[in-house]
């Protein structure tokens, strides 16, 4: 079993003596460590495999002491080390099978060696015109009318961001129920809203002069970015009143 260092969470009555929390009772127990900590990123927690609280015969979450001390290390491990969420799921896991493992460390000391600064996030993978052509099956003038309604765009240097393959693979196979470029033009100003309400948010820690607090901005854009696809796919789905497998 996990051990909450220093004290940790757990300053609840339910967390005290050994009882099944719920959802509420488990935020107030984080909140003196970590106040910023919410249901919705307790939930998004739980989505991501790091914890898995028992189910009630109605649906509610129970969680267990083990649950609150695996939260309170997740939670610390993104605070102080800016690791992300599968690092971390990897490292507690390793822990629980009873192996001896460090906590990965980024732009700290390790071993009396200075531990490279983490820098302001990976290099993304980049794809040539005639590469994003051939992953999505297209010629040059249906890339061209892509283009011009801003579905796909080139960077700088004229190549494109490798996430570009999956659009035009999207909308290409759209294309074959009939839906044109044109009408998806709705879709992509909404993922400007979208991306641009994350950008607000990531935007103090992204300009920090800190560069671990920017390396934070990264993993938080990362998690703001998958809880808004999540909300866009079930208020789709509820809109049209279907469930997708």
């Known amino acids: ?16 003596d050994g009882g099944p929390m719920s959802i509420g009772a488990v935020l107030n127990a984080l909140r003196d460590e970590f106040p910023e900590v919410t249901i919705s990123k307790i939930r998004f927690l739980e989505s991501e495999g790091l914890i898995e609280p028992q189910r009630t015969p109605s649906g509610y979450r129970k969680f267990s002491v083990q649950d609150v001390e695996r939260l309170g290390h997740v939670l610390r491990m993104q605070r102080d080390h800016y690791l992300p969420l599968k690092v971390i ?8 099978r009873g192996e001896a493992v460090p906590v990965p460390t980024v732009g700290r000391q390790r071993d009396g060696e200075a531990v490279p600064e983490p820098s ?74 979208e991306a641009g309400l994350v950008d607000q948010v ?30 866009h796919a079930a208020l789709v789905q509820t809109a049209l009143g279907v469930r997708l497998p």
Request: charge should be negative; proline fraction near 6%.
């Open 1 to 16: 079993m996990l051990q909450t260092p220093r004290g940790g969470v757990g300053h609840g009555t339910a967390a005290a």
């Open 89 to 96: 799921r990897e490292h507690l896991d390793a822990l629980e």
């Open 120 to 193: 302001e996030g990976p290099t993304a993978p980049r794809i040539g015109r005639s590469e994003l052509l051939a992953a999505a099956g297209i010629g040059e003038p249906e890339l061209a009318e892509w283009e011009s309604y801003g579905l796909v765009t080139p960077l700088e240097d004229g190549v494109y961001d490798a996430e570009a393959a999956t659009v035009a693979a999207l909308v290409a196979e759209l294309g074959r129920f009939g839906i044109e470029p044109r009408h998806l033009r709705v879709m992509k100003a909404a993922a400007d809203r």
């Open 202 to 231: 990531v935007a103090p820690l992204r300009l920090h002069r800190n560069p671990q607090t920017r390396a934070h901005a990264q993993a938080r854009t990362r998690e703001l970015a998958g809880l808004t696809v999540r909300l």
